[in-house]
């Protein structure tokens, strides 16, 4: 197995996303980076969220970063989440920023007004456990039910072309919570909190051979 790089922005709960991978894979090189040229050389790279998007897209250029990640997005097993999952998009409603454009699609805000199917009222962040239901079958769903229950928290979300479409979870809307293309599989929920799901989807991740 080769190295993995989860790229270091200046936010997000890096050293979680860290230790989750080294548990299931203690053998493999595994580097929290700021340097593009470690991004560059690493095998595999992930990308892990908490953070406000422009903040997020600030500091990716603050630090020389974006060449680097949309080099490993365009030929490297990568794995974005959360703001991850979201600023591979094109445009983020938070902050009205452009984010990297590697997908066509929107990053949009929940809605203050949604209600769950027992008429109650919705909670903007989506904070908690919910279950992820897969569009079609994918390495990195590899021995996790469909259904299965994953740990989320954001506010926003992305709007993209069905194509790209991994998976959806129902908060008040369907939403997409799941996309892959190629080398990319990015997710909206949180693995590194996710318990025995969140581990396995990681451990597919570092023996996936896109």
Not at 131 to 143: A, F, S, T
Not at 190 to 204: F, W
Request: glycine share 10%.
């Amino acid at each position: 197995m080769t190295s993995v790089a989860i790229i270091d922005y200046g936010m997000g709960n890096l050293r979680s996303v860290a230790k989750a991978i080294e548990r299931v894979a203690p053998d493999l090189d595994v580097e929290i980076t700021a340097d593009p040229a470690r991004v560059a050389a690493a095998g595999r790279v992930v990308f892990p969220g908490q953070g406000a998007m422009p903040d997020c897209m600030r500091e990716l250029d603050r630090r020389g970063l974006r060449p680097a990640v949309l080099d490993a997005a365009a030929a490297k097993p990568f794995l974005g989440i959360c703001i991850g999952l979201q600023m591979l998009f094109g445009h983020s409603d938070e902050g009205d920023v452009p984010c990297l454009g590697i997908f066509a699609g929107e990053v949009a805000r929940f809605g203050a007004d949604m209600t769950g199917a027992d008429g109650a009222r919705l909670k903007v962040p989506h904070m908690g456990w919910n279950e992820v239901w897969r569009r079609r079958p994918h390495p990195l769903w590899e021995g996790i039910p469909d259904g299965e229950r994953f740990y989320f928290v954001h506010s926003y979300h992305v709007r993209p072309a069905a194509a790209l479409v991994a998976a959806e979870t129902d908060y008040g809307e369907r939403f997409t919570s799941a996309v892959e293309r190629t080398n990319i599989f990015a997710i909206q929920f949180h693995p590194e909190k996710s318990a025995q799901a969140g581990l396995r989807l990681l451990s597919n991740f570092i023996h996936w051979a896109p």
